[in-house]
């Protein structure tokens, strides 16, 4: 239970749509991003950001990787302190869908 409790852990349904409550998230420099199925941990799942990612590890996530946040946004009018979108899915080749995540400072 404690993986549910983690503010930055994002839900995905079982048509790929992040869950309501998650599809504007907002975080800062160096939070841990995470994505999980809302019906089963265990099923899979598939993010890519669009343009820009603030995200370390890459633009493209899959089951059991994460995301730290390494835009700089320290303060408001840095470059990083914007949103960033991406598509989520249940795999690779599903139908996207398009939440984002806010940068704050």
Known sequence: M???QDPHQLRIDDTGKVVPEHQQ???????KISWVRQSDAKKPWYVKFTGDS?????????NGRACTV???????????CK???????????????????????
């Open 54 to 62: 603030p995200c370390a590890e890459g633009k493209q996530f899959r």
């Open 25 to 31: 998230h907002h975080a800062k420099k160096g939070d």
């Open 83 to 105: 949103s960033y979108h991406y598509q989520s899915a249940t795999a690779r080749q599903a139908q996207l869908n398009d939440p984002e995540i806010v940068l704050d400072p």
């Open 2 to 4: 404690a993986l549910a």
């Open 70 to 80: 390494k835009a700089v946004c320290d303060k408001a009018g840095d470059p990083g």
